[in-house]
């Protein structure tokens, strides 16, 4: 199995560490081109090699430092101009995603870690579940919190929003309550219950469905209007730590506590066993944090965060390792695709994001 790994300093010939140094152009194209020299190769800036750039970060692997506890959830807004952060600290930052990732925002609120958070479709507000119980609406532009609803009585694992129609959003909580909000309501106006604690939810294409993982390992379908389960995914064995709808809508990815990452057929009439993918190489580590996986921006990779300190790369159709990209020095709970460019995004338990290019795909 072949596997690209995200080097800290790549190896040159000759041994001795490698100098990055951008390359003199005056063409814009061969500014994305990074040139490697070594002081032992003979000549002081001896040319040995020649990277491409792949994205317009400032660097090919960027650090963003400033949480004060485990980061759970990290996204890039719908312009990939931006990005928000959740943590363990309460807080929800803000940065620029391009030049120096500038944190240019802190959101506060919240009473308890934060552990999941989503961009609005216009990129104007973010809605977070929390520790807290509570489900909040953020204004992204004034950073004040427009909403906060307290349905829920135990840890709110999980939140989504609708990607068509009014913007709904999903909450799934440790109360076994999946329950379903309007921005114009004070209430919530659905709730399905199910018999074991809920850790990940998610809307279907048409958000006319939810998707709901949790304790007892399968993943539950459930129709909107019949309020009832239409039906269920099983194959995991063990808790269902994050789930993410493909672009197209066709196909919901897993990540599960028994270190398997899968991918469904959820289309109407798809055969009885919906499992076309298992993925292995993400474990999870005796923390047991809900590690939420992601689809590229075309659907034809998909990525999830690791215990073992890395973000690992798929291919969707082959359920091929592109990529274990190393970096963190804790677990990565979140990661998430950048939606113009091939960049990947990871939130760690130590407290850091990185932002890393990647290969584009063909």
């Not at 199910?194 to 006319?208: H, I, L, M, P």
């Not at 709808?245 to 991918?263: A, K």
């Not at 469904?264 to 047991?288: I, M, N, S």
Request: charged fraction near 25%; charge should be negative; proline fraction near 4%.
């Amino acid at each position: 199995m072949s596997v690209e790994k995200r080097k800290e300093s790549p190896s040159v010939p000759g041994g001795g560490g490698a100098l990055v140094k951008r390359a003199k152009s005056d063409s814009e194209e061969k500014d994305k081109e990074l040139i490697l020299s070594t002081e032992r190769s003979g000549t002081h800036n001896a040319l040995v090699g020649t990277i491409k750039r792949t994205s317009s970060l400032q660097a090919p692997v960027m650090q963003l430092i400033g949480h004060e506890g485990e980061v759970y959830s990290c996204k890039f807004d719908p312009s990939g101009q931006h990005i928000a952060s959740a943590s363990y600290d309460r807080q929800i930052l803000l940065w620029d995603t391009y030049g120096e990732c500038k944190n240019y925002g802190v959101l506060r609120g919240h009473t308890n870690a934060i552990l999941e958070l989503h961009w609005s479709r216009d990129g104007s507000q973010l809605y977070t579940c929390s520790a807290d119980k509570t489900v909040c609406i953020w204004d992204a532009n004034t950073g004040e919190r427009t909403r906060r609803w307290k349905g829920h009585n135990m840890v709110v694992n999980s939140c989504q929003v609708a990607r068509r129609g009014p913007e709904h959003i999903v909450s799934g909580s440790d109360d076994g309550h999946i329950k379903l909000w309007d921005s114009r309501e004070k209430d919530a106006v659905q709730t399905y219950t199910d018999s074991y604690q809920v850790t990940s939810v998610c809307f279907s294409d048409a958000g006319d469905m939810i998707y709901s993982g949790g304790l007892d390992n399968e993943i539950k379908v459930w129709d909107m209007r019949k309020k009832e389960v239409a039906y269920t995914l099983t194959g995991h064995m063990d808790t269902i730590a994050g789930l993410a709808l493909s672009p197209d809508g066709s196909s919901l990815l897993s990540n599960s506590m028994d270190n398997t990452v899968r991918i469904w057929d959820v289309k109407p009439f798809a055969p009885a066993d919906r499992c076309t993918q298992v993925l292995q190489g993400a474990p999870h580590g005796y923390e047991k944090n809900l590690i939420t996986p992601c689809w590229s921006t075309d659907g034809s990779q998909v990525a999830c965060g690791s215990a073992d300190r890395t973000a690992v790369i798929w291919e969707a159709s082959s359920g091929k390792i592109l990529y274990k990209l190393p970096g963190h020095k804790g677990c990565v709970n979140d990661v998430d695709w950048h939606p113009k460019e091939p960049i990947i995004m990871s939130g760690s338990t130590d407290k850091t994001i990185l932002l890393g290019e990647v290969k584009e795909t063909k």
